[in-house]
């Protein structure tokens, strides 16, 4: 049975942690899954069974087995919904634990993110702080070592926080902080103690250099060695440390290799002085051998120490090294020996000539690492270098810092030089000096001579031997390790021996020298050089006795000027280098003479002022017997040596505040409390302190006296330390004596305080000396004195200071010091002195704030004060009188001084920066300590406090604006989620509190602009600040915040919706402004906080209704805020369906619904809702896509996407025009040069040729409007040469160059003429690729919104084919499954949950046949016409219909054929577009027949006219042709045709086939004629080697004509005048006859698109953004405009034909009715009727407009418009020539578009050529004059369009058409070839595409005046002469 335990009224659970032991499945019925290492919490128990749930999931509830887990006793805190179980152990295992977590989950990213080094050592980390988790855990440890583990355990959590970027943990004594129960001011403090320490860990004082040798390499000696280490000072040419010792074996190998601590040592105690360039270590090497090296073995087998080789090495350079690091130290030997003692000088120096390197591959190889900080400290962390004893070698006496308790007693000896005489000897001697320690009865003492570290003491020393030198030098330094109580009786002794080379070599003794190592007088041997008397001597007997020469002198300078017998062996002399370094004895005599005063009492005076001069070294290390010996005689007589102890003991108390004795206090403070015994000093340390007090002001010299305050808190100390032992001994006998006696000491002290000096005097400066040590001063009176007796005391001095003193005084900092550390002393920690103390901090705190002076002191006194200041545990939210008190005090100087320290420049400075950020810091964390604190009630107090609303508005607004600083993302460091979380704790609360003031003081007539925006905006930025999107953070880290602070989001969204509601109508007057910011909150993406705030939209729109009659504005302002908010990564879907159900939304609110159904705007605000909704989902896309590294489709698809939507829909010019760039910048990304021009050909067109000034505007300069527009103009030609789209260029290159040409600037105009040639001469050499068209759909319903369920074409790359595009979109898509069929998907997969791709390749169905059907075009022309300009795209599906005759399938082979038409065409500004149309139709057989008859005919047609220019490089394409066409070994050829259809059978069964029949019939025979004129060529041409196929060819010919029937004479009449009977031989036929029309006699203006009409698929037009056009938009068609019609007004006279397509008819004929054409307007629209007829611009062809919902709708479809006719009669120009009075009878007539009829022309179309003339003013633009204003370079979005000026005059009704020329005559064609960039035209009655604004007709009005900067117009252009230029032939005529 499951049970718990009754407890109360309810039954309460066990409430326990478990940890899991072992995996369990929770296979049985309710059982829970459970993994090892998972928590548990025990809800209920039964037999053997728990149940509970995972803290990680407690949602889900189930059992398990008890044996499963280890239980973990637990208490529970905060119980109810928000309950959270805390377990009962170490809260530092309890942090491992949670983090341990935390990390795990990261970790496995790092390796994801492939960051494998931090993925390495996080697991190493993380594995040593398991391990030291189970350390503690097992609990075996002593306090010190789990100290030290814990210690470690937060250095690596610490560090792995950091890494990870995970939060800062505040922390006190190893654990975690509960913010809540401190105060603000101290989290603060611990926040920026480890934010600092972690940014800027302290710089060590003390390092220490470990070293190791490993070997020395490539040494061939065969000899041992001696390597002496030790530091040099090269500056000041000394050693700093002693020597270190190792011995090499003859291998250069260290001896004993198992004991590594022979081979290593640390140098410690070096200072940060000796971390410099000119400090070395430096390594004497010796070898121990023979005198010679490499003499014979005969002469000699005694063993010398003989210099070998030095090697040198910065400390500097080991500086940067982080760990060990391995050297290899080049050795150099000496040149002459007796400079070895040198040779490290000459090195460092590098006097090259005194030494040499000694083999180029020897090296002495040293591992170096410098460690830093404490030695304790260090042994520690680098446990591993000294658990192997390794030696420590120490520093040349004491280090920087002497440390209390360091014993040490060390002399060291160096062994300088030596001056000896021959001795009879013809060469010099090899002097060997070997050194004794001889105690008082004359045996040597043992082991006490120590050559260095790393090696034991020995009995003697042996120096090494220099090789004949008599004045030898060494230079080496040993260790003497006398004890101290041993120094009276033992003296050195140095015995000098020549060694022979010969071959006994013995050692033979000739003199020695002696020191005693103490004086007489008790002093040790001095420091520095002595220089040492050689004693004659021969025999080692003679020194048995060392009475016998210890009476001897032992130093030149001890010697008596008549002791003639020392006299006569003073020419050699031996010198040495002595250096005591001990805390036990000491070389001074003063000192001595202090410490036996008794001895000499006569001598007291003089020892008193000797100890002024003594070194500090020497008096710390004797600080206690000096104490005792100072009091000792004031005792003995105070009045005689009273004033003289005092100053040496101000002296001594003076001499501890060095930073190098300052660990000293801590010594005198214990000699105070335990060894100080003056019961009665206090009265004269009393008396003399006030004598010196007394006389301050009148002082001329205050150095002495403030000398003595500056030791005032160690002489209360003395002076409370014998007042308390006297009183101990009487019993308080003369208590109050001693009172008086202070309290008269401190009215001495308040009277020099209140004087006030003029400037800076020395008197100013004695204050600030007593007030720096005065709180210390004051803590020492509690221990005599009641609490408010000091405090009262405290008080009277701190105000007996001077109020106003100079601006540069030192006591103004020195005030804030005092009171600083009074704040934190004793005292004001006491409450009871607190409330004494208080109105005097307030008030300097006051002054000096509203001052802004002293601001860091100022912030660390209230920070001190508030750290107190906390929550009565015992009670329920009692807060102290003293936070009220402060509030009315500083609430308003501590609001200004925030701002204005927040709105200071931050220094440069690091350290000033960072003193700026604590001040910063410390003032917010004061406010937030004071606010916390604050009840309700309090509130209302402070508040009342306000006289009027006009300082309680400005309080306010001061304290909203403060709030608003919080929140900012740099007031913090990043890491410190803690101080934000409790910041915004502290700010929701008081803005809660604020709520109902703002209700009752600022609304009504009261109301408050201000405030109430200030407010608003408070709350808005509260919500969205980072800190708070608890989306953002890990499972673990949201849990608990949720847990301890609940989403403060939602609680201060739903005072804003209540605040919002309460406003009323003065919700109108913030409309404006808070829409973004209300728009911004609602982005969050909070469920609860997104239902609150959303219907507030609701209300600005019905507030600006009924104020302005619209929303306009509202929604403006919407709109322009949303994207920017999209665009940084906010809003989602679900924010999309939940603003686009805003109108449901208020349904709680029936009030309002009732109004809304009443108000006439409720359709309005659908419609926009809808439109922000449209918009969103673009931006989501857009937003989605940029996510992906490369460019890709989606990208472009998705910026086109949104770029339309902006101009069509929202008309938002601005934005854009900054999609064009992001859109310009994708297609350069991609090397999409082509699209990328077309897309920045978009704002070119927005821009015209004016001097209009614009601002800077993305990364454009500020300049005029026509500077911009050449800018474009430039850099869209560079980017259509890039995309080989050369026609393009010519025609921008044209239009600049006009432009240039009207500036007069010839110099551009040569170079745009030059470019243009460049690009003909491109055309015609340069190969370019026909890419290929896929047509791809996206089905399902996981595609992006505008891809879905969508078909595209899209334009392929270079040399990519099907499968090679197919595997592109996969890849781009990865989850699409691409479908293997080309039939339309159904219903079940456009709303599949899934991604279908549907691709296959399609054909492009260019417009303008007519270039490409011409014959003599180029193949590199026409190339570029059949995949340029596409919009039409064809895709054939060949089935048979009925049954399939096996014998002919021709008969019922049917095609399906689909043609695809686009919304735009292509290439333009995306590589695919949309589907727009897609129409289906089914060939039948005989049809498909024609079609296939007809395509090999044109083939055939071309690859002759190519073979007959040459065009080819060999013959084998057509030969293949004719081959595959007159032997069809495959299908059987025209004969399955004939078989097929022209049986009797099928003619009479298909009666409706008539026409088509004989039109196949005609196909046939005209295919023979080519055929037959095709072999004709093949024949002048075909290589000799192929002549027999020929032969084959022409009989097969022959055979295939006589199986159609026909005779060479049959071919009927337009068969015969073929291409075969021109002179040049070009075959070209007209199948139909030709109309009278087309012959040159005929005259007709031919209506031609601008060479700059650009598809409107390209680009848009300037065209006004801000028209709206009907659906309905009328198709109005029209035939290509030739650039010379449109800029001269007037037809070419060699253009005698009508250009139209393939589809045109026979005939010619108006499809609008005449009465619709002679209503047209005869005149242009004057300029005030612009936008009357904007919709009524007849010029402008369907495909001009983009789409409808952008432009003016045009005409009626029946209005459309008819070519105008002119009368055949009119005379005939030249050829070359054109006509002036054809001009001037054209001139006045409109080029107007002709319809298109549905069936085939006559002739093939005519298209003009770029190498046509262009007018000079071809591209002046005359759009309406702008104004001068700057502006961004956004055209005008309302400008009408080009339409409106263009002038349409109509002319009188024409005669029909005359009667078609007769056959016989020749056809003259026109000399013209398609224009780049022309639009081609197709049918499609539902769209229409502006003309190009640089295009726009001019009015015809009279001709302006020119500007200053001639600007050309069209319309003196018209009214000009017409240039003549002399129309090329065509080598073809008819």
Known sequence: MWFGSAAGRGLVLYCENLLLLANFRGTVQHGLPLEIGETVQILEKCEGWYRGFVLKNPNVKGIFPCSYIHLKHAHIKNKGQFETVIPMEESVITEMTVTLRDWGTMWKQLYVKNEGELFHRLWHVMTEILELRRQVLVGHLTNDRMTDIKQHIIARLDWGNEQLGLDLVPRRDFSMVDPDEISVTELYRLMERRHRKREFPLQANMHHLFLQINSLLNCNLAEELHVFFFIYDSREMRPISERFFVRLNKQGVPKSPEKTEKQCTLFVDLGSSDLRKDVYVVAHIFRIGRMVAGEKKSVSNTQYRRPFGCTVISVSDLLTADCKDDHLLKVYSCNTESEWYQIHDNIIRKVSSRYSQIGSSTGLAVSLQLLHGNLEQIQKDYMRLFTRNVSITRRLGFSDIIMPGEVRNDLYVTLERGEFEKGGKSVARNVEVTVYVVGGDGQVLKGLVCSGSGELGADEFHSFVLYHSNSPRWSEQIKLTVPPELFRVTHLRFEFRHCSTKEKGEKKLFGYSFVPLMQEDGRTLPDGTHELIVHKCEETANLQDCSRYLKLPFSKASLQPGNNQTMKNSKESFWILSLLCSTKLTQNGDMLDLLKWRTHPDRIMDSLTKLKDIDGSEIVKFLQDTLDTLFAVLDDSPQRYGLKVFDCLVHVINLLQDSKFQHFKPVMDNYIENHFAGALSYRDLIRVLKWYVDRIIDAEHQEQIQQVLKAAEYLFKYIVQSRMLYAAATAAQAEEEFRCSVHELFKSIHLFLSHQSKGISPVTHTQAVFLRSFPTVCCELLKVFSVREVANLARDTLSSLPANTHTECPLQAVKLQCMAKTVESPLYTNAESRCVLLPVVLHLLRTYLQEQKELVLCANILTSMLSLVHKDPNTDCVVSEEVNVIMDSLSGVLLRTILEVTNRPQPAATSLRLQYQDVTGEFVACLLTLLRQLSDKDYQQLLSHFPSKDELANFLLQLFTVFRILIRPDMFPKDWTVMRLVTNNVIITTVLYLSDTLRNNFLNEK?????????????????????????????????????????????????????????????????????GPFLEVTLVPQPDLRNVLIPVFHDMMDSEERRSGNFKQVEAKLIDKLESLMSEGKGDETYKELFNNIIPLFGPYPSLLKKIERETWRESGVSHIATVTRLMERLLDYRDCMKIGEVDGKKIGCTVNLLNFYKTELNKEEMYIRYIHKLYELHLKAQNFTEAAYTLLLYDELLEWTERPLREFLTYPMQSEWQRKECLHLTIIHNFDRGKCWENCIILCRELAN?????????????????????????????????????????????????????????????????????????????????????????????????????????????????????????????????????????????????????????????????????????????????????????????????????KTLQLRTLIAQCQMRQMQNINPLTMCLNGVIDAAVNGGLARYQEAFFAKDYISSHPEDGDKITRLRELMFEQAHILEYGLAVHEKFVPQDMRPLHKKLVDQFHVMRSSLGIQPQEFPAYVRVSPLHFANGSPRTCRTPVPNAISPEGGRIVARRSPLSYPAVNRYSSSSLSSQASNDVSNITGQSESSDEVFNMQPSPSTSSLSSNHSGSHNVTSSAPSSNRDSLPSSSPLPSDKHKHSRENACLSPRDRLCSGMFPSPLDPTQRMMPFQIDTSLPRPEANLPSTETGKNIRSLSPMPTARSPQKTTAPPLTPSPTDCLPVGSLASHSPARSGSYSSGISSLSRCSVSETCGIELPPAEPPLPPAAPLDNPVRRGSKTPPPYSVYERNNPRRATPLPHSLSVPPSADNPNLPTKPQLSRTQRIHSEPRHRLTPRKVSQL
């Open 1007 to 1075: 109301f408050d602009f201000k405030v109430w925006e200030s407010y608003f905006y408070l709350s808005i930025i509260f919500i969205i600040q980072p800190c708070l999107q608890l989306e953002m953070f890990p499972p673990s880290k949201r849990k608990k915040v949720l847990e301890k602070y609940g989403d403060m989001r939602v609680m201060i969204g739903c005072e804003i919706f209540s605040m919002w509601q309460n406003l009323g109508d003065y919700k109108v007057n913030l409309i404006p402004s808070l829409i």
């Open 1299 to 1495: 432009q240039y040409e009207a500036y007069y600037d010839y110099r551009n105009l040569s170079k745009m003429r030059l470019m243009e040639a460049s690009l003909y001469d491109k055309i015609m050499n340069q190969q370019r690729l026909e890419p290929e068209f896929f047509r791809i759909g996206f089905y399902g319903k996981k595609f992006p919104f505008f891809l879905r369920n969508k078909e595209f074409v899209c334009r392929g790359n270079d040399y990519e084919r099907l499968e090679a595009f197919q595997q592109r979109m996969l890849s781009e898509f990865p989850h699409a499954i691409a479908m293997q069929h080309a039939n339309q998907p159904d219903q079940t997969i456009l709303q599949a949950e899934a991604q279908y791709l549907q691709i296959y390749a399609v054909s492009p169905v260019p417009d303008n046949q007519d270039v490409l059907q011409r014959d003599g075009v180029p193949n590199n022309i026409k190339s570029f016409y059949k995949v340029n300009h596409i919009w039409r795209f064809r895709y054939d599906r060949p089935f048979h219909k009925g049954t399939k005759d096996k014998e002919n399938e021709f008969k019922s082979l049917w095609v399906e054929r689909t043609t695809l038409s686009l919304a735009q065409s292509l290439p333009g500004i995306s590589r695919w577009f949309e589907v727009e149309k897609r129409e289906l139709v089914e060939m039948s057989p005989l049809e498909n027949a024609s079609e296939v008859i007809e395509n």
